[in-house]
């Protein structure tokens, strides 16, 4: 085992994630050497942007676009000779996809969803989120380790590389998996990243119907309504319009949030909002842990009333 | 084309959670147990794809606390066989574990795709179908919205933040995390499920041992103490909406 | 007089009737059984109230259902006045035997018969200037939900009632003419005063033009009669043939526990799970196939009256049901495609999914209905078939989905059902450890509904303090599944009932009461069907009865107070609970001031059979502010009283959309203040809107 740190360097449409760079300030923080794992096709220029001791860059023209496959394929393939201490990939859909190959090709262990990471000697201790949120569990591992980490933990690193080392692709002619498309999101709605209000609705506000409550709020507070996955999934809202890891981060002045309970992947996509004011009935969703307002009034009286106090407020 | 949905009955989280003695785990036996809602979603796509004429279904599942319901339910809804596989699990199964049992299984099942929903929210030592395909040594795909057949294999379409999509083509058997099927699941009455349990139909099976370590220790599990919490307002609706107005205001929110 | 041309309009009418009704007949045969021959004494007893009663029109809309009834019993004696013009085509002064001039029973014929031919010509002519001139919108279609009614053709009402014009007017000439023609005169004429008047009218004519008025009048009669006769199964007026069967085989009331005295003695529990399936074949109706015989004549029985639609709160919000207009949809595909009874292809849904989920259960259309149809019935057996298909609104999928897996339509843990009894300085006992005399059967609405906790929490102190023995089930207790069967969920229904009675099976109790009135229902007279033998009550009763026997002394009369009460569709209508409720609210001095709508005609708040669970964003105006505004129309009010848990809900959130000047409260919000026990602010009566501290009802807003 050696003292390095890898990290998967995830990067769409020619942009490094900032998720990224958070991972290598953690990898630093712990004490590096840090080596970034760069793959794709014709991004190595990304190289340059990234506060690794080392860079290792692997281009093919397999790894153009993320085909879980390959690129767990390559990854394995780095770390088998330099046997890293810690792997440190992202909590996102690439993660999901290469942390637990990973582990299965490796036999190293795996930590899901972690918040937190520290060494203690040999061990490694980190902390995750488990149970929607509602537990966290610190967990110790001995030797090397593969971390699935959930974005906006760490704080982010910039800087350039001491390295930058390239390295040849195994034989990928086996993989059976092969990109076809990319499809871009419908832009015509709403940008919601954009707006510096948002009310938001969860899966509290029971169907589409009610959705309209809350935008009798947002018109009064000249407002856009967004949502958390659960209601852009059942098609009460427009998919553009989720915040959360899989839809939208956003960072307006506030956040209204109205029957969102706060699961790690609503909270990774608003808790950096200014000012938060959540409406939910059970004192125990993890959102007020991230608001600076709450209330437990059923949010079938508070939004009505609050429409009402703003119509009076603005009049 | 032989579709295998792997299930999995989770902690119910409507209900408190209670941790155990030396505060490691969670305490199971008051706890009650629902199907994974993304293995529901999986469930559905392969429903859809079976409704499309692509195939069988057959779902899989360790026999953890109430999963005859489950299992049941999901031949009511119109799964072909349903499977169990039993042995002592009540203290929980980690990812790694249940991946290492279903892989030795599915030696014995023949099987052209896997369903799985993406994660549960137990999956401490990562997700169950990823390192599922690891062990089986086949192509994965996380996160899908979309499961089609293609050229004899089949079209994923794999979501990324954003509202971003890749459709990737995967040959052959795979493993795949499904996030959400494409219609919500659907509804199955209860009398279906009883037909179905009179029916019986379940088989049994006995998981297969297999050596399979996590390599983590909990030292503890606590409910997380946030660093702050937010400022609770009461006093009835409209109380509570004065003084939220209140508050946009003095932020200068509300001009 | 001989006519044998008559001989032959009579053969022939004869048989294009028979064929006629043979078709008809083919339609019932074909249709699914339905046992409806059970305690005929019940069944006689109704066919007599309602059906020659015509009780539904005396205590109906007026004058129209006193001009009914008129025609109606007019008939009944103008049948022998037919009979009699019948036989005179062989012999002109032919009497049904022992009604001639001068035996026991001419007389008094000919009195009624004249009297009765006087009153339907006036009632007729009331029918006829309410069609055709003052166009009563209740026969042209209501609502969005009966535009398809609006361009159905009307002539149908005219001609009948125009040719029952032409047969009172044929018989008056032919029996006028009659006793010019033959210079008759005694009984015949002393004892028939229309017919006296109209003969004296003709007095100028020779015999001969008599004899052809006379003539004329017989066959105007009896050929109008006939034409009337085989019009019947051909057109709404069917249901002058199918009524009265269709009222004996109405639906009866379900048996449910006597209630009139507690057992003392402690009844062994009911055995657990001992599930006895209803007779039902296929879940629901998914085709003309599945509808059974009594739906058929239901759809035969319709004469179009819209007294249901007229009463539907589904109808009056816009939404697309209307009870006419579906029993009317299944008639035309009976008519137009019998083979569809057949099932096979094309035997397509005959109603449309929205229509079937606009319901409310209210029962008010099966309650206005003259002739015994039974629409609620209908549409929960239809819905069996869309929820076996899956066919229903997210949020409702998601309700019974909660129900499957936390037996409450919350989705929250069945630990938090006795949450709200943390905020008592008593325990309350739990039924399920120590014996209690009643079992409170909490239901969902004020197990976990903010609002209505404040409700049950008065309802267990003011008990509590009445020395009542009563427990709880706590966690044991799932939903009743009253709204659940309603929706058309049977098998969860089923379940529910299975948990409930294996609950109730651990506990020991004298007898269960409800503070939900859904809960009530079902637990009263469906549960003893699965083995329930307890008696089961509102708590309206109870505290009625409390108050009674001075075990609960209203030491401060709440003079000046005015209130309205809301009657609860599943109380009034369907449990026919209307006076304790007001018995309390007489004890506690207020002044109760009715809505036109109250007792068993009450108007639903829309809540119903699982409507609270779906969409009532598309309505025009939902039901429950509709109501808000008819007791608006009362004046000055204090409070609207309800004594559902949904109805706090339901009327608080409306008066506060309507903005009503009175509170919606709880009865026993009324019943602590005249306990004496009550903080005076009007917010700690209400338990309903403005929680916010003790903030009286709405103020004004400032200007600007």
């Given at each position: 085992m050696s003292n390095e740190i890898f990290v998967l360097v995830e990067h769409h449409a020619g942009a490094v994630t900032d998720v990224t760079h958070e991972l290598l300030g953690k990898a630093a923080e712990l004490g590096g050497p840090t080596v970034a794992c760069l793959l794709g096709h014709g991004a190595r220029g990304l190289a340059d942007g990234l506060a690794a001791d080392t860079v290792l860059s692997v281009d093919d023209p397999v790894l153009e676009h993320f085909v879980p496959e390959a690129y767990a394929t390559v990854l394995a393939s780095l770390i088998a000779p330099r046997d890293p201490r810690l792997v440190l990939i992202a909590n996102t859909t690439v993660g999901m996809d290469l942390a637990g190959a990973l582990s299965a090709r490796t036999g190293r262990p795996l930590v899901a969803y972690c918040t937190e990471l520290a060494f203690d000697g040999e061990a490694t201790v980190a902390t995750s989120q488990v149970y929607g949120g509602k537990l966290n569990a610190e967990v110790e591992v001995t030797g090397p380790v593969i971390a699935s980490v959930v974005a906006g933990s760490f704080t982010a690193a910039s800087g350039s590389p001491g390295a930058v080392q390239d390295v040849a692709a195994p034989d990928l002619s086996g993989v059976r998996t092969q990109f076809l498309a990319r499809v871009a999101p419908d832009t015509s709605d709403v940008d919601i990243t954009a707006e510096e209000i948002l009310v938001s609705v969860g899966r509290g506000i029971g169907g589409e119907e009610n959705i309209e409550l809350a935008q009798e709020v947002a018109e009064a507070l000249g407002a856009t309504v967004s949502g958390s996955r659960p209601v852009t999934d059942a098609g009460w809202l427009a998919k553009t319009r989720q915040v959360g890891k899989s839809g939208r981060k956003v960072k307006p002045k506030l956040y209204l949030a109205c029957g969102i309970s706060g699961a790690p992947e609503h909270l990774e996509g608003m808790s950096d909002a200014e000012l938060i004011i959540a409406i939910n009935t059970d004192e125990k969703a993890p959102i007020f842990d991230v608001a600076h307002y709450g209330t437990t009034e059923d949010l079938f009286d508070v939004l009505p009333a609050l429409t009402e106090a703003l119509q009076g407020a603005i009049a | 084309m032989n579709i295998v949905v792997l299930l999995k009955q989770t902690v119910d989280l409507v209900e408190e959670l209670e941790l155990n003695d030396d505060g490691t785990?969670?305490?199971?036996?008051?706890l009650s147990f629902k199907l994974n809602e993304w293995d529901e979603q999986a469930l559905e796509e392969a429903l859809l794809l079976k409704d499309a004429g692509a195939g069988s279904v057959t779902v899989i599942a360790l026999d953890e606390t109430d999963v005859d319901q489950s299992l049941y339910s999901a031949l009511a809804k119109g799964a072909d066989r349903a499977v169990k596989l039993t042995g002592d699990f009540e203290g929980g199964v980690s990812s790694h574990r249940r991946a290492a049992i279903l892989a030795e299984h599915l030696q014995r099942e023949p099987y052209d795709l896997v369903l799985i929903?993406?994660?549960?929210?137990?999956d401490l030592d990562g997700q169950a179908g990823v390192i599922l395909a690891g062990r089986l040594g086949v192509p994965h795909v996380s996160v899908a919205i979309g499961v089609e057949p293609l050229d004899g294999g089949v079209k994923v379409s794999q979501e990324f933040g954003a509202g971003v999509v890749h459709e990737l083509k995967v040959a052959g058997p795979a493993v795949i995390g499904v996030q959400a099927a494409r219609q919500a699941p659907r509804y199955v009455p209860i009398s279906r499920i009883r037909a179905a349990m009179q029916e019986g139909g379940i088989e049994e099976a006995p998981a297969p041992e297999v050596p399979a370590e996590t390599g983590l220790k909990v030292r503890r599990m606590y409910a997380p103490e946030s660093s702050s919490h937010a400022e609770m307002l009461s006093g009835g609706a409209d109380a509570v909406a004065a003084r939220i107005v209140e508050i946009i205001r003095e932020r200068g929110i509300l001009k | 007089m001989s006519e044998p041309l008559f001989g032959v309009a009579l053969a022939i009418a004869m048989a294009i009737f028979g064929w006629t009704l043979s078709r008809r007949a083919r339609l019932l045969v074909a249709a699914r059984p339905a046992a409806r021959l059970d305690r005929v004494g019940e069944r006689v007893k109704r066919t007599l109230v309602y059906g020659f009663g015509q009780m539904k029109f005396l205590r109906g809309e007026q004058p129209a259902g006193i001009m009914h009834a008129l025609i109606f019993w007019a008939f009944v004696i103008l049948f022998l006045q037919i009979v009699t013009l019948f036989g005179r085509a062989v012999d002109y002064n032919w009497h049904i035997p022992g009604f001639g001039p001068n035996q026991p029973l001419g007389p008094p014929f000919f009195v009624l018969r004249d009297l009765l031919e006087a009153s339907v010509i006036v009632a007729v002519s009331y029918m006829l200037y309410r069609r055709l001139i003052a166009h009563t919108p209740r026969l042209f279609g209501l609502g969005k939900a009966e535009e398809r009614y609006r361009s159905a053709p009307h002539w149908e009402g005219i001609v009948i009632l125009t040719f029952i014009l032409f047969i009172m007017a044929g018989g008056l000439l032919h029996d006028a003419g009659r006793l010019v023609a033959f210079n008759i005169h005694g009984n015949e004429r002393d004892f028939a005063p229309l017919t006296a008047l109209v003969a004296a009218a003709l007095g100028g004519l020779s015999r001969s033009s008599a004899l052809t008025v006379s003539e004329f009048g017989w066959w105007l009669h009896n050929l109008t009669v006939l034409t009337f006769l085989n019009l019947l199964p051909l057109s709404k007026h069917f249901h002058i043939i199918t009524g009265i069967p269709n009222v004996f085989f109405g639906k009866l009331p379900p048996r449910s526990v006597p209630r009139t005295q507690l057992p003392v003695v402690q009844v062994p529990a009911a055995t657990p799970a001992a599930l006895e399936r209803p007779p039902t074949g296929r879940p629901g109706i998914a085709s003309l196939a599945d509808v059974s015989w009594k739906q058929v004549l239901d759809a035969f029985s319709c004469t179009e009256c819209g007294r249901c639609t007229s009463v539907c709160p589904a109808t009056a919000a816009g939404s697309p049901l209307a009870p006419r207009q579906l029993i009317l949809d299944i008639r035309d595909r009976l008519y137009q495609h019998p083979e569809q009874q057949r099932g096979g292809d094309g035997a397509a849904a005959v109603i449309s999914d929205d229509v079937l989920w606009s319901c409310t259960t209210c029962m008010a259309c099966v309650e206005a209905c003259p002739v015994g149809i039974e629409h609620v019935p209908t549409i929960i057996d239809m819905r069996r078939t869309l929820v076996d298909e899956g066919r229903m609104e997210p949020l409702l999928q998601q309700t019974l989905e909660n129900f499957v897996k936390q037996g409450n339509s919350y989705g929250k843990s069945a630990r938090m059902r006795a949450r709200w009894t943390k905020a008592l300085d008593f325990t309350i006992p739990d039924a399920r450890k120590e014996p209690v005399r009643y079992i409170w059967f909490v239901g969902d609405f004020a197990s976990f509904d903010e609002r209505v906790q404040r409700a049950s929490q008065r309802v267990a102190r003011i008990l509590h303090d009445a020395g009542v023995s009563f427990g709880m089930l706590y966690d044991g207790e799932r939903n009743a599944g009253n709204d659940v069967r309603r929706v058309g969920e049977e098998g969860l229904f089923e379940m529910l009932v299975e948990h409930n009675l294996g609950v109730l099976a651990e506990a020991s109790y004298d007898a269960i009461f409800t503070t939900d009135p859904h809960s009530l229902n079902t637990l009263r007279n469906e549960y003893p069907q699965y083995g329930l033998d307890k008696p089961v009550y509102h708590y309206t009763e109870l505290l009625a009865d409390l108050v009674a026997q001075g075990q609960i002394s209203l030491t401060t009369p709440l003079t000046g107070t005015r209130v309205t009460y809301h009657d609860p569709c599943y109380l009034a209508r369907y449990n026919r609970i209307t006076d304790a409720p007001r018995t309390l609210i007489e004890a506690t001095g207020a002044q109760l001031v009715e809505m036109p709508r109250h007792g068993t005609n009450t108007f639903c708040c829309g809540a119903g059979g699982g409507r609270i669970w779906m969409d009532d964003s598309k309505l025009d105006e939902r039901p429950s502010e509709q109501r808000i505004r008819e007791a608006q129309a009362l004046g000055d009010l204090d409070y609207f009283i309800v004594s559902c848990p949904k109805d706090l809900a339901m009327y608080s959130d409306a008066a506060k959309t309507v903005g009503a000047g009175f509170e919606v409260a709880e009865l026993t919000a009324l019943v602590e203040r005249a306990l004496g026990q009550?903080?005076?602010?009007?917010a700690g009566v209400g338990a309903a809107a403005n929680g916010a501290g003790g903030d009286p009802a709405p103020t004004p807003e400032p200007a600007g």
């Open positions: - | 785990d969670i305490e199971r036996e008051y929903g993406v994660q549960t929210p137990e | 009550a903080e005076p602010a009007l």
